[in-house]
């Protein structure tokens, strides 16, 4: 058998050249983040829920949404918390809010990736991790959490 066993290290590298190979890098999660969150803000339904927890903690915030989106994208490692801990807390977040969660980060991307390539990366990690969150805070249909 020839399967290669790689280091984390190595693993890290591989996930930032293949991320890079396709035009992401920290600079694009940033503007990301900051495009994103603005539209967030701005939203009449998501708006009042992330300034009722947020209120004028936003510059911490989004360092703290950089450093999450490098460690998903970039594998950069730098990010600790305990995403399903921190929306299981929220109150009056129902799927709908989710769909449009979704359709803003989606939109976002539109305008200001630079590729479909980068679009469909972010747009499909987004989705898997609203799935699971959605899971953790209103259970699968018909299946009780
Ligand atoms: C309806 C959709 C969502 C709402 C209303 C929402 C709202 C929030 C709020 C208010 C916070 C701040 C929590 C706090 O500081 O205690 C937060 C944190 C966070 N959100 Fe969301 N969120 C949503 C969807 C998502 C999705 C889809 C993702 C990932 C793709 C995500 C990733 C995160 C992360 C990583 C944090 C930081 C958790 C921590 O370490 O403190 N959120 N969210």
Redesign the pocket.
Same mark, same amino acid.
């Given at each position: 058998m020839d399967a290669k066993v790689i280091s984390a290290a190595e693993r890290r590298a591989q996930v930032q050249l293949d991320a890079a190979s396709i035009g992401i890098d920290e600079d694009f999660i940033s503007d990301l983040v900051d495009a994103f969150y603005a539209r967030?803000r701005a939203d009449q339904q998501?708006g009042p829920?992330?300034d009722?927890?947020?209120r004028d903690?936003w510059d911490a915030?989004l360092a703290?949404?950089k450093l999450?989106?490098a460690s998903?994208a970039l594998n950069a490692g730098l990010?600790?918390?305990?995403?399903m801990?921190?929306?299981r807390?929220?109150s009056g977040? *129902?799927?709908?809010?989710?769909? &449009?969660?979704?359709e803003l980060?989606r939109s976002t991307l539109d305008d200001i990736s630079p590729t479909p390539a980068v679009r469909l990366y972010f747009v499909e990690?987004? *989705?898997?991790?609203?799935q699971s &969150?959605q899971l953790g805070m209103f259970g699968a249909p018909g299946v009780p959490r």
């Open positions: 967030v998501l829920i992330f009722e927890v947020i903690n915030h703290k949404m999450f989106w998903v990010y600790s918390g305990r995403p801990d921190a929306h807390r929220l977040v *129902e799927p709908r809010h989710f769909s &449009l969660w979704l980060f990690r987004a *989705e898997r991790i609203a &969150l």
